[in-house]
């Protein structure tokens, strides 16, 4: 979607490997936040962030750490991947907390660990 | 955490026919928002329509409309004179009022047959 792309958009690593995938924006939104999708549960939510340096735990955070050193970029960092974090992975924005708005979601990274 | 159910996983529908998506969800709150999304097989989350829990009107947006029944819970999705491109999946979601999270259903895929 226009304004927030994801990195990479397709990758496979093998089991105990780290993994970084990058979110970009720039429409200077504060919040900004990592999902997963899998079928049977929808999309959970992982991590999220509420300005830079500012993150938090979502209901499956375990085996993932984030950082947002800038307004623009989200880090999300599997450490050590494992078949369990295959995956497709969306990074959403929000200009504010609360209210009508929806997300702006990127095009999704398919991840695979083999 | 609030849950939001889809009870249908698999919905077709002739083409240029309506077809109805259901969605019910849990919470205690007063001051919510229900959104339905659309992921094509492009991955790509779109926005297809929102309803504020304060208002009683449903939402309308061109083919797509709601059926907001609040005291039951229920927030389903109408789509009229379907269209070959309205072949998805489709997520209803939840956001508090005051929250940052949305709670994704499991998604209902709909295939529209010509």
């Known amino acids: 979607d226009a304004g927030i792309t994801q990195s990479p958009r397709h990758k496979v690593t093998e089991t105990g490997t780290p993994v970084t995938l990058r979110c970009h924006q720039t429409?200077?939104?504060?919040?900004m936040y990592w999902y997963r999708q899998d079928p049977g549960h929808g999309l959970r939510l992982i991590h999220y962030s509420y300005g830079v340096k500012d993150t938090d735990k979502g209901e499956v955070s375990d085996g993932y750490s984030v950082s947002r050193s800038k307004t623009e970029d989200f880090l999300l960092t599997l450490e050590s991947a494992t078949s369990s974090q295959t995956s497709v992975y969306f990074c959403a924005i929000s200009e504010q907390t609360g209210g009508a708005g929806g997300y702006t979601f990127g095009s999704g990274t398919r991840l695979t660990v083999v | 955490a609030q849950t939001v159910t889809q009870s249908q996983p698999e919905m077709s529908v002739q083409e240029a026919e309506t077809v109805t998506l259901s969605c019910t969800y849990d919470?205690?709150?007063?001051?919510?928002?229900l959104f339905w999304y659309k992921q094509p097989p492009s991955r790509q989350m779109i926005l297809v329509i929102r309803?504020?829990?304060?208002?009683?009107q449903n939402a309308t947006e061109n083919r797509f409309s709601v059926n907001f029944q609040k005291a039951a819970k229920s927030f389903s999705l109408k789509i009229s004179d379907s269209q070959l491109g309205d072949a998805a999946m489709y997520f209803c979601?939840?956001?508090?009022?005051?929250?940052?999270?949305?709670?994704f259903g499991t998604g209902t895929s709909l295939t529209v047959i010509p």
């Open positions: 919470t205690s709150e007063s001051d919510y928002y």
């Open positions: 309803q504020e829990a304060y208002k009683q």
């Open positions: 429409e200077n939104h504060r919040y």
């Open positions: 979601a939840y956001r508090s009022g005051t929250g940052n999270q949305f709670y």
